[in-house]
């Protein structure tokens, strides 16, 4: 799709990969709409492209809903919807609910909230991206995050189920699984107790780097977008001999000492 005019709304949009999206998708003559939850964060974003920014937290529907509204009557209706935002923090089965319910809410529901929002309009125009930025452990696995693991599996899952119902009716449905970029939430996580390896920090990208890879990718209509080619090979051995490659995460992770469990 030829993105010159078109409205563009990227979730979590005010740091990190997502400001690196808006700052890509502006760069090819969108008119981009940062979402966040911290308003500032996407002002700023929104001040650097020429963008409209909304802060607005994406776990509640209204708020989705009120942000594709507003990037409607800005600049008229969405055909690029990038559900971007995201958490992370350490976690296994011991941990509590509310972390467990903050992260399916975030990497799950708003990615259903998003498609409830723009889908109707895209379906009536016969054309629209629909985009994920799930994870590379949506397609493999990591100790020490176990909900954050969980939840982007499930926003993958997700992705697949839009795209076999709608890639036939018009609608571009990707989802971008990135490994490490250098952003907020590597940094913060290499600054927590655990090695930053668990975020694949040896092959950390730079964001807008990262990001113009995605761009190229979403431009060839593909739904597997990878910022690192290599994941393309993690899931390949994952799917020719599960077990092996459970065992060989299993001797990487004890080697690393990451994700010792914490309860239990
Ligand atoms: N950085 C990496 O190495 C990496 C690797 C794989 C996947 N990802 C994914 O890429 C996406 C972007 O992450 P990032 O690395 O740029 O992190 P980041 O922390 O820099 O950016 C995430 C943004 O999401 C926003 N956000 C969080 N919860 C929100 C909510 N409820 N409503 C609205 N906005 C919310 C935050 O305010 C923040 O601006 C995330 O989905 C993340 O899981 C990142």
Redesign the pocket.
């Known amino acids: 799709m030829q993105l010159t005019g078109k409205v563009a709304v990227v979730?979590?949009g005010?740091?990190?990969?997502?400001a690196a999206l808006c700052r890509g998708l502006a760069a090819e003559g969108a008119h981009v709409v940062a979402?966040?939850?911290?308003g500032d964060?996407a002002r700023e974003v929104a001040a650097e492209v020429g963008g409209l920014a909304v802060e607005?937290?994406?776990?509640v529907e209204e708020e989705v809903q009120r942000a594709v509204d507003e990037a409607g009557r800005w600049r008229g209706p969405v055909e690029v919807m990038i559900s971007?935002?995201?958490?992370?923090g350490p976690s296994d089965v011991f941990t509590g609910d509310d972390c467990w319910d903050r992260e399916w809410r975030?990497h799950v529901m708003s990615n259903l909230y998003a498609a409830r929002a723009v889908l109707p309009s895209m379906l009536e125009r016969g054309c629209g991206w629909l985009v994920s930025?799930a994870?590379?452990v949506g397609l493999t696995n990591q100790p020490g995050t176990a909900a954050y693991v969980v939840t982007k599996h499930a926003q993958v899952a997700l992705a697949e189920h839009l795209a076999l119902t709608y890639a036939d009716r018009g609608i571009q449905v990707s989802c971008i699984c990135?490994?490490?970029?250098r952003?907020?939430?590597?940094a913060s996580a290499a600054a927590g107790a655990d090695p930053a390896d668990r975020?694949?920090a040896t092959t950390l990208i730079d964001?807008d780097e990262a990001a113009a890879r995605a761009l190229a990718q979403l431009h060839e209509g593909r739904f597997l977008v990878l910022t690192h080619p290599e994941v393309a090979t993690y899931a390949a051995r994952r799917g020719a001999d599960h077990d092996r490659w459970l065992a060989g995460l299993r001797r990487m992770y004890t080697r690393l000492r990451v994700g010792e469990p914490t309860a239990g």
């Open positions: 979730t979590g005010g740091s990190g990969f997502g979402v966040d939850l911290h964060r607005a937290d994406v776990s971007n935002a995201g958490v992370v975030v930025t994870s590379a990135p490994l490490g970029m952003t907020g939430m590597t975020f694949g964001a």
